[in-house]
């Protein structure tokens, strides 16, 4: 406080604040089951849920690139391993793009035993978790005790020379999105050079930067 330009400090006041309890949060996306195997995606959380919430097969969705819902058919919780277990009604076709979301919002979304919602985005709790995935979250076949011997024993024989497959199919598509990515760069520097300097040089770069992204972008184009 001020008087008579002499300042005076005044009491020490205490603020005291209250810490919000952290929601759970997912920790791994992974998928079993590949071709003719049923489909399972098994979601990792990093403390107990709600079993309630967490068997709620509203809870979560899964749309391809194009837009379709892939339809789940059930939703396991292990609360021993803090796993959920989604079973879809049909085989999901591997070598797609996929995008799932699990609810964390209120009133009925996921939750852990204390009541605290899913931290899904930024660590913000009462956020959904959305994460788009590929290939590249397979962990392996999907082995059933309905099995013969016969056939677990030939999906084990397979099953490394698949995982190879599907490292290449992602690392092909990794090394297309950067050079897409490269492109986009370089046609919007291209773009400024043009708007400052309209050179013909210049706009000829443009054209065949155009020219290219066309045939990055067109089917079949590896």
Known sequence: MATGGVTTLGPVEKFTTTAT??????????RFGYHSQPTRFVLNFNEALNPTAAKDVAN???VSTSGRK?????????????????????RVYLYDQFQITVNGTSPSGLTNTTGQFLEG????????????????????????????RATRS?????????????????????????RVAVQATHAAGVVTAVRSTPK???????????????????????
């Open 121 to 148: 985005q930024g660590g913000q709790a009462g956020t959904n978790y959305v994460q788009s995935f590929g290939e590249s979250i397979l962990a392996g076949p999907n082995l059933t005790m309905a099995m013969g």
């Open 60 to 62: 979560y969705m899964i």
């Open 154 to 178: 030939r999906i084990m024989r397979t099953w490394p020379s698949e995982r190879r497959f599907a490292a290449g199919i992602a690392a092909r598509d990794e090394a297309r999105a950067h």
């Open 200 to 222: 013909a040089e210049a706009i000829d770069a443009v054209i065949g930067t155009f020219d290219l992204n066309r045939k990055l972008h067109r089917p079949g184009h590896a």
């Open 21 to 30: 309890a952290a929601g759970p949060m997912v920790t791994n996306l992974q």
């Open 70 to 90: 892939i339809p789940i058919a059930s939703a396991v919780y292990d609360s021993a391993n803090h796993t959920v277990t989604l079973k879809t009604v049909d």
